[in-house]
């Protein structure tokens, strides 16, 4: 988590360091800071939101060419302005900004404290500068030296970045752990946790490998190496994100855009790889590990949150299509619990940052053991990706809302492919049913716009309901894990508590729950177990719960019994998951809106899950 942006170059550093932090604000927004070079290092930070910080500098000394900048998610010591980034060496004359964690600071800190350091702050990020400094001091080493010297101290995952007051034009940057991608300017370099900062000012990027540092000097070439000292040649690429797609567009939250994006998202996903012409599914990406998909005894999907409900969709597709059995874990479980796992194995890892720690260590622990490691992630050149043998981005564009939702259905988009490719390569369905769903594939963006036209409706039925404490949402077969990430939803930017189950569990245990204050949302499409969910609607009904249900166009059994109907159009079950999940999206939006949660940040809460 965290979020670092950091300039050095010709031109006034704030405005950069600024705006570069409200583009990184999704990482974490606990507190954030500022230090800027102009002869004076000037260090200002502060607890709250990025426009907290821009209140407090108002006023004051923001001139300088060179500068760091930070957005906290808290790891060590509570959020307020002590703990917030950047933080000053002993003489003040370092200053530092992190994102990760240093696993061995109490010891080192001990040390320092022995040697005379004074801490201002809780943090292990402020024992890592006064360190570099000692460094520096102690053996007259320049800044580049005493910074990697330090690095060669330390245990655990970084991404940072240093200035001194001594060497005016000069940015010292590292990574381990933590993603850093580097902008190469004219005659500057910017630096940030993804590019996203960097995109408006230049297309030419490095990704940083771990174990790497850099040295940014104004005017000069850009010098890499490892923190062993080992020369680097920079591996350029060019940025193809669009500025656009970062900016809200007209739309009040970046949620509410991208859950209109979904039929472009959608499309993006499939472009030139559903090939209806052609009845082919081509992903290049996986091409050379078609074989080695096709013959796994066993898949294992492995993903957090939201990402792991798209496995699970995709649990269902695999058997359903290519008869591979699969098994879903959360990254964090499955990390820690010495799983079973053969050179058979599939490993298919699922993230839309490709940052989420949890994923990143199990998909290492599963390639050691010599598993085949695919990705689908949505962040192109960040962690998991460069971690896999190989995969498929989702192409799904920047999603900012903490609240996934393009990158879930784009994650669903694509785990169907892979599973009608392999499917069509085996042979598992028949050739006229592998074009049948290609098709209906194919017009899933379209219905999703059909779908989005019940906005109003799914508007008018929240107001109803956002006084609600507790919502339970059933599904069966495709849908359960529709219902898991539709109550996902509603919890994490509402704060109402929520639970997702399959239908027929609800006998076993949260039917006591069930009373007239109870919203039940069941998503009771034609396709699949429709007379079952009918049996479960009743129940609940018989207990006076209301019930809110996601039914196929022109249904009237349910309509008859339910409180609320939301239409969704006709699409073939193992698809349902994709339009059924809009409305769901829809209306934990407006229920977190009328309860005036903030929406794209909620509270506790970043985008990309960077610590365990
Ligand atoms: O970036 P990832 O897909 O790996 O992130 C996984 C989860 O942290 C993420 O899906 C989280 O649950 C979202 N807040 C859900 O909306």
Redesign the pocket.
């Known amino acids: 988590m965290c979020g670092i942006v950091a300039y050095v170059g010709d031109k006034q550093a704030y405005p950069i360091l600024i705006k570069g932090l409200h583009r990184l604000e999704y990482r974490g927004y606990d507190s954030s800071g500022v230090a800027i070079l102009n002869g004076k290092l000037n260090l200002y930070k502060r607890k709250g939101k990025v426009n907290q910080l821009e209140d407090f500098v108002e006023n004051k000394d923001i001139n300088g060419t060179i500068g760091i900048a930070h957005t906290r998610w808290a790891t060590h010591g509570q959020p307020n302005d002590e703990n917030a980034h950047p933080h000053f060496s002993q003489n003040q004359d370092l200053a530092i900004i992190h994102n990760g964690i240093i696993e061995n600071y109490v010891s080192l800190k001990e040390e320092l404290i022995s040697r005379g350091h004074k801490f201002l702050s809780e943090t292990d990020t402020e024992v890592l500068i006064h360190l570099i400094e000692d460094i520096q001091d102690n053996e007259k080493l320049d800044l580049a030296e005493s910074v990697r010297v330090a690095l060669n101290q330390v245990v655990g995952a970084y991404a940072i970045a240093v200035i001194s007051k001594d060497e005016s034009n000069k940015l010292i940057v590292a990574k381990n752990g933590s993603p850093m991608v580097i902008g190469i300017g004219d005659n500057d370099f910017y630096v940030a946790s993804d590019a996203t900062p960097i995109v408006e000012y230049t297309r030419k990027v490095i990704y940083m490998e771990d174990g790497e540092m850099a040295i940014l000097e104004k005017g000069k070439d850009i010098i890499l190496k490892s923190v062993k000292n080992i020369i680097h040649t920079p591996y350029f690429q060019e940025l193809t994100m669009s500025l656009d797609a970062l900016e809200k567009g007209g739309y009040e939250h970046f949620m509410l855009k991208e859950i209109f994006e979904q039929p472009i998202s959608i499309r993006e996903t499939m472009r030139g790889r559903l090939r209806l012409g052609q009845g082919i599914v081509n992903l290049g990406g996986i091409t050379e590990y078609k074989n080695k998909l096709m013959n796994a005894k066993r898949i294992l999907m492995i993903?957090?949150?939201?990402?792991?409900?798209a496995g699970l969709v995709g649990e269902y597709l695999f058997e359903e299509l290519t008869r591979i059995p699969v098994e879903v874990e959360y990254?964090s479980e499955f990390r820690y619990r010495n799983p079973i796992i053969t050179e058979d194995d599939v490993v298919i890892a699922?993230?839309?940052?490709?940052?989420?720690a949890d994923?990143l260590a199990a998909i290492k622990m599963a390639k050691e053991k010599g598993a085949t490691i695919l990705g689908i992630?949505?962040?192109v050149g960040s962690s998991?990706p460069r971690e896999t043998h190989a995969g498929s981005y989702t192409h799904a564009g920047p999603e900012i809302?903490?609240?996934?939702?393009k990158?879930?259905t784009s994650?669903v988009t694509l785990l169907t492919m892979m599973a009608l490719m392999i499917a069509h390569e085996k042979g598992s369905i028949t050739n006229s049913r592998h074009q049948q769903l290609l098709n209906a594939l194919d017009a899933i963006p379209n219905q999703i716009e059909e779908v989005l036209k019940t906005n109003d409706f799914v508007k008018e039925v929240a107001l109803l309901y956002k006084d609600s404490k507790n919502a339970l949402y059933l599904g069966r077969g495709y849908n359960f894990p529709v219902a898991l990430?539709g109550a996902?939803?509603l919890k994490?930017?509402s704060y109402i508590h929520a639970e997702g189950y399959p239908a027929a569990e609800m006998k076993h245990g949260p039917i006591a729950l069930i009373d007239e204050q109870m919203p039940v949302i069941v998503i009771a499409p034609k396709k699949g177990h429709y007379d079952k969910l009918v049996s479960n609607i009743q129940e609940v009904k018989a207990r006076k719960g209301k019930v809110i249900a996601i039914v196929t166009k022109g249904d009237t059994e349910v309509r008859n019994m339910a409180d609320h109907v939301i239409e969704i159009p006709e699409v073939e079950e193992l698809l349902v998951p994709l339009v059924a999940t809009i409305p769901l999206q829809l209306f934990s939006y407006y229920i977190a809106v009328m309860r005036d949660c903030n929406v794209d940040q909620?509270r506790n809460?970043a985008?990309?899950?960077t610590v365990e």
Do not use: R
């Open positions: 993903a957090c949150g939201t990402s792991w409900h990254a699922i993230s839309q940052s490709g940052e989420t994923t992630c949505n962040v998991i809302g903490v609240a996934s939702t990158a879930f994650q990430e996902l939803k994490e930017i909620p809460l985008k990309s899950v």
